[in-house]
Structures are given as structure tokens and as C-alpha cells.
């Protein structure tokens, strides 16, 4: 059973971002994985994946706020930067091979991304939609 699944809610109606989103839940549900099974990669492995991805995310939403002008792109950026200094964090942690349990990182990027999808990035593919883009 995935930890997060995709649904219709989450959608922005902006194909590349929506498909972007639905790849970085398939990221989340291999940590998922990761708690129940021992074949999957290494939590460090895990964890530099996400940072990678969800930057390049983060980029491509940044890229469409800063061509349509979006007036709270501040705002939005911020909350980005703060989940890659907090998995960031985690990472440091795995380097220095401290404790770290793999539900503590789960259950943090699965909250942060369900409510960032939900109302931080929703905000912004209303105000795309509206500009006519898809
Ligand atoms: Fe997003
Ligand atoms: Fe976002």
C-alpha cells in the first residue's frame, strides 16, 4: 500500500508540474518502502535522490512563477528553500552516521509535501491556469 497517493485534488492542471508532483510521490513511497522491506537503496541513497529531484522540481515551478510574474513568488520560494535545508539536515545526519529513523524522515516529507501540494502549489497553478497556461 503507497504511503501517498496521487489524486485528482492535487492536480494544478499544469501537465508538466503535475507530472513532476506524481514522480516526486513515487520518491516518497520508495522511503516508504524502505521501513518495510530490506531491498531498496540505502537511506542515504534515498535521501540525495529526493534532494536532486525535488530541486529540480523546485526550479521548474520557480521558472513559471518568474516568467508569469507571480506575485507571491517570494513567498513560495522560501517554503522550498526550507525543505531543502530540512532534507538537507537529514542528509548531514546519514553522513555523519548519527541515529536517524527512517519514519522521522517519512513522515516529515510526506506531511510537507501533501500540504505543500495542497495549498502552496495549488495557489499557484489557479493563478497559471488563469493565464491561460496548461
Ligand atoms: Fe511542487
Ligand atoms: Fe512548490
Redesign the pocket.
Known amino acids: 500500500m503507497p504511503l501517498l497517493e496521487w489524486k485528482e485534488d492535487y492536480a494544478l492542471h499544469i501537465s508538466e508540474i503535475d507530472e513532476q508532483h506524481k514522480r516526486l510521490l513515487q520518491l516518497i513511497n520508495e522511503f516508504y518502502a524502505a521501513i518495510i522491506e530490506q531491498d531498496v537503496p540505502p537511506l542515504g541513497q534515498l535521501i540525495s535522490g529526493m534532494l536532486e529531484y525535488s530541486s529540480y522540481?523546485?526550479a521548474t515551478?520557480q521558472r513559471y512563477m518568474e516568467q508569469n510574474k507571480y506575485p507571491e513568488l517570494e513567498a513560495?520560494r522560501r517554503?522550498?528553500d526550507l525543505f531543502i535545508a530540512r532534507t538537507q539536515g537529514f542528509y548531514e545526519r546519514y553522513k555523519e552516521g548519527r541515529f536517524m529513523s527512517s519514519l522521522e524522515i517519512t513522515n516529515f516529507l510526506k506531511e510537507w509535501i501533501a500540504d505543500?501540494?495542497a495549498n502552496?502549489?495549488q495557489k499557484?497553478g489557479k493563478f497559471l491556469v488563469k493565464k491561460g497556461l496548461s
Do not use: K, Q, R
Request: hydrophobic share 35%.
Open positions: 522540481h523546485f515551478e513560495h517554503e522550498h505543500h501540494l502552496v502549489d499557484l
